[in-house]
């Protein structure tokens, strides 16, 4: 319980920092303001600020000074804002109009800072290294990647990677753990339905893409009852369809988009592959032409298994028993975390924000969820104990 006193001492300003951070939330790649206020803390802190060269977001070591082969761990704060506009009524909402914290995760960077303080405060009792990634542009989905080509894995690279996010259905006061998948892949899909436009009275003369495309939603949305064992889930939307400017007149294409969910990497790419085969072939049964195209987001977010059972027992030992929520299914949202997992080993879990009021259980990207700020000790104290109990293994 050493830390959470620790916690407890620094909380107060732990919160006014996530009202800060809220009143001014900054969109994705835009963080100039959140960056500066967190490399003053940190510096405030005794924390030297790595130079990396990223435009928003930053780095910093914090070296532990116990003698022995110590190993690393970076956790990871994304710190943008969405384009959503604020509905809470907090008092310490958003000044910026269109923009606010609907994701939380100023909630994620006040936890990050708070846990950084009392990890600095006890260097003498660790051997290793915390890496603090403070991570932009999480919501456009190339902040991670952004932070990787800034070298946030390498020099030296880190043996472990720990990342946070808020979560409603959590109360707070408790973390939500999701051993395995966790969040889902995201990827873009563009099918152009090519043609031959002609008059609407003489069809036989033309290729109707539209009749294509009616054709082609209803086959691809037999590719995950067909093709899908039951024990796998996946989702494929498609969200837009354009094609034609009058009642009488077939066009020469129609442009469908739409997007793939999947809980594992290898039937998303088996499945996008099937969506590539059913575009082609359906279409050109009926003589027009599909061209796919995939715009690649992120991958599938995959727990470390074993690393979410010490993580939860990290969370016990600090918070008490009965303060782990375990959940039963993942998320079909999307982190660009998974990212890092592609290259190191590592665990996302969840902060717990809600509480008896139904605005804290409103949802993620939605203005008026509000969030429990007993979110942000309790999300500090689980990250620092399990960072100590990591680097002394
Ligand atoms: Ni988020």
Redesign the pocket.
């Known amino acids: 319980m050493e830390i959470m006193k620790a916690i407890e001492r620094y909380t107060d300003h732990a919160i006014e920092l996530r009202r800060e951070i809220h009143r001014s939330p900054e969109l994705s790649g835009n963080e100039h303001d959140t960056t500066k206020l967190i490399r003053r803390e940190l510096e405030q802190y005794g924390i030297q600020v790595r130079e990396s060269g990223l435009e928003t977001g930053l780095i910093a070591d914090i070296n532990g000074k116990k003698p022995g082969k110590g190993r690393m761990i970076a956790v990871r704060a ?1 710190i943008d804002a969405l384009p959503v506009e604020e509905k809470t009524g907090e008092e310490f909402a958003s000044c910026v109009p269109g923009v606010s914290h609907a ?3 100023d909630m994620h960077t006040a936890a990050l800072l708070l846990a950084a303080r009392v990890l600095k405060e006890m260097e003498d009792d660790f051997c290793g290294t915390v890496r603090l990634m403070f991570q932009p542009a ?2 456009k989905g190339d902040g991670a990647r952004a932070m990787i080509a800034h070298g946030a894995l390498e020099n030296p690279r880190p043996d472990a990677v720990l990342g946070i ?2 979560w409603p259905d959590t109360p707070a006061g408790m973390i939500g753990v999701k051993p395995g998948p966790s969040h889902a892949s995201s990827d873009t899909i563009t099918i152009l339905v090519r043609g031959k436009g002609g008059h609407g009275a003489h069809p036989y003369r033309c290729v109707d893409p539209i009749m294509a495309s009616a054709y082609l939603l209803t086959q691809l949305q037999t590719l995950v009852s067909r093709e899908l064992p039951m024990t796998e889930s996946a989702v494929l939307t498609f969200g837009t369809i354009h094609g034609g400017t009058a009642a009488n007149v077939i066009p020469d294409e129609v442009k469908l988009q739409g997007t793939l969910r999947c809980l594992n990497a290898d039937w998303r790419e088996k499945l996008l592959a099937s969506v590539r085969r059913v575009s082609e072939e359906c279409c050109l049964a009926m003589r027009a032409e599909a061209e796919v195209t995939v715009k690649e987001g992120m991958p599938p977010l995959v727990n470390d298994t074993e690393m979410i059972e010490k993580l939860a027992a990290s969370a016990e030992k600090v918070l008490g028993p009965d303060h782990v929520h375990r959940l039963q299914t993942a998320s079909p949202g999307s ?1 660009d975390f998974a990212f890092y997992l592609e290259q190191v080993p590592g665990i996302l879990f969840r902060m717990g924000t809600g509480n008896d009021d139904p605005a804290t259980h409103i949802g ?1 990207h939605n203005g008026g969820n509000r969030f429990d700020e007993r979110g942000i000790p309790t999300g500090a104290a689980v990250m620092a104990q399990y960072i100590l109990d990591y680097l002394s293994e």
Do not use: N, V
Request: aromatic share 0%; with cysteine.
């Open positions: 994304d994701c939380g995760h999480e919501e996010h808020t982190d993620l």
